[in-house]
């Protein structure tokens, strides 16, 4: 049995390159090496913090920025539609204004659907809305650079209840700075 030896290097081999191949390196979901996001909102690098204990903190005019982010966030869907409804025009507007004015910021764009019907049917749903409203922005000259789209179909539920209302509220597209 001369190939024995080789079979078992052989699987030693291939188990190592299994191994290697599911390693991770340790960055975030969105795609950082340090916990903060590409954008650095939500976060603080070492600099920035040592700036702030040195009395030199952010200017007047950087944190007007940073709030102006429009503060409704969240626009809502139809039943099984992913048309943009006229009453949410402004909150999108609004966005692409911001985006606009701020290159350097990014936005995802989260997909939701409510529970009723099959896990495929809403991720799908959920992308198609969170597509209408991408379109929207790069009809109101967002780069699409700065836009990133992930579907969360029926997995995320803004309400947990079982009516009308519940559903309404999980039919949604959330802007994610």
Not at 33 to 50: H, L, R
Not at 107 to 133: F, M, P, S
Request: hydrophobic content about 30%; aromatic content about 8%; some cysteine.
């Amino acid at each position: 049995m001369q190939f024995k030896p080789y079979a078992q290097g052989l699987a030693v081999a291939i188990s190592l390159a299994v191994l290697a191949g599911c390693s991770s390196t340790g960055g975030t979901q969105d795609g950082s090496m340090d916990g903060t996001s590409g954008t650095g909102a939500g976060g603080s690098d070492s600099a920035s913090s040592q700036g702030m204990e040195s009395g030199q903190g952010t200017s007047g005019s950087e944190m007007g920025d940073r709030n102006a982010i429009p503060e409704e966030r969240t626009i809502y869907f139809a039943f099984d539609r992913d048309t943009i409804r006229p009453e949410f025009e402004s909150v999108l507007e609004a966005h692409a204004q911001y985006l606009k004015n701020h290159p350097n910021t990014d936005v995802v764009l989260e997909g939701h659907a409510d529970e009723r019907g099959t896990r495929e049917y809403n991720l799908g749903l959920g992308e198609r809305r969170a597509q209408a409203v991408e379109q929207y922005l790069s009809v109101e000259g967002v780069s699409s650079s700065q836009v990133e789209i992930v579907s969360y179909g029926e997995e995320r539920p803004a309400a947990r209840g079982h009516d009308e209302e519940s559903y309404a509220q999980n039919r949604r597209v959330v802007f994610s700075y």
